[in-house]
Structure formats: C-alpha cells, structure tokens
C-alpha cells in the first residue's frame, strides 16, 4: 500500500509589491487540486521566502511578482534556495512579466513562468509535471 504525499507549494509575494488577488487564486486552485499550500503574505523578503521553503520542506515555490522587480528578486531566491540544499524545488514565477524577460529567469532556475490570464489548469499540470520529472530523476 503505497501512500503518495501530496505536493507542497509555497507561495510567496517578494518585493515591496502589495497586490496579492492572483496570489490568492492561484493558492486556492492549487487547494483545490489536492496540493498542500503555504502563503508567506505580502513584502517577503528573498531570505524570507528561501527560509520558509526550506522550513515547510516543499516541492515548489511559486513567487508571485507585480512590481517589475523580478530580475532582482528571482535570482536572489534561487541562490538562497541554493544555498540551503533546495536546488531540487522547483521556482516557478508569476505576475507582470515582459515577454523578453522570460529567457533570462529561466536561464536561472525559474521552470515556469505565468502571466496574467494563465489558466489555473495550466499551473496545475506543470506543477504536476516538474514535480513528477524532479521526483522520477531522484529515484
């Protein structure tokens, strides 16, 4: 009898950004779907996120960005997620991102990135997807 744990997301709002509505219907989705989801809140610092993923031992961090500041702030999550041993969470990234923005966050580690109007099935199956890829690779 196998038991298989559900997938555990974080879900962090980097940034001085205080808009959190898509945050929050992404987390509920994602509830829906069987995962298991944690809301860091709004003005999380890249230390922050990366202590509470490693803390809340999860499979995906999903930071939701509206200000314009991901080129900074992913990269500083990824390194700190890094340097805690996280280098097998997936990042995900979502919120206001320029098109020509989207190569260089996935040149850093990022394995999703979702703008405005993704459908919330879509997040669902990729979150499934990298999970399942990660895990498949790990034995």
Not at 84 to 106: F, H, R, S, T, W
Request: charged share 20%.
């Amino acid at each position: 009898m196998t038991t298989e744990q559900p997938i555990r997301v974080l879900i962090a709002k980097p940034g001085l950004d205080g808009h959190d509505r898509g945050a929050k219907v992404i987390a509920r989705a994602l509830r829906d779907a069987g995962m298991e989801v944690i809301y860091t809140g709004l003005r999380q610092t890249p230390e922050m996120v990366a202590e509470a993923a490693l803390q809340e031992d999860v499979d995906v961090v999903g930071l939701s960005i509206l200000s314009g500041a991901h080129l900074a702030l992913v990269p500083r999550v990824r390194e700190l997620m890094d340097d805690n041993g996280l280098q097998d969470v997936a990042l995900l990234v979502g919120g206001i991102i320029p098109d020509e923005d989207v190569p260089a966050l996935k040149a850093q580690g990022v394995s999703g990135v979702f703008g405005p109007g993704t459908s919330t099935e879509d997040i669902i199956n990729h979150i499934r997807q990298v999970v399942a890829s990660r895990s498949g690779n790990n034995g």
